[in-house]
């Protein structure tokens, strides 16, 4: 009653590639890596803090009006 053999491993195998394929468990197999590799690197530079690209804010987009008729007013008023 311990373990299971290797043809019962065997035969669990083939019945999982039928069900899922082989594309998919390859695609399954690739996103596990990936994110066990970022795990990793997450726990080693867990003690320091994240490095800043730009310090600088991002620019704001700016209320440009157009001379041209195609454009909606974004700022809608009530008829008086």
Same mark, same amino acid.
Request: charged letters at 15%; a neutral charge; hydrophobic letters at 50%.
């Given at each position: 009653m311990g373990s299971f053999s290797i043809w019962?491993? $065997?035969i669990? $195998? $083939? @019945? @999982?590639v039928l069900i899922f394929g082989t594309k998919k468990l390859k695609n399954i197999g690739s996103d596990l *890596? *990936? +994110? @066990? =590799? *970022?795990? =990793?690197?997450g726990v080693k530079s867990g003690g320091e803090p994240p /490095?800043? +690209?730009d /310090? %600088?804010?991002a620019p704001? @987009? *700016?209320?440009h009006k %157009? +001379? %041209?008729s195609n454009t909606v007013d974004v700022e809608a008023r009530t008829k008086s």
């Open positions: 019962h491993w $065997l669990v $195998l $083939l @019945v @999982v *890596g *990936g +994110a @066990v =590799k *970022g795990f =990793k690197d /490095a800043e +690209a /310090a %600088s804010p704001q @987009v *700016g209320t %157009s +001379a %041209s």
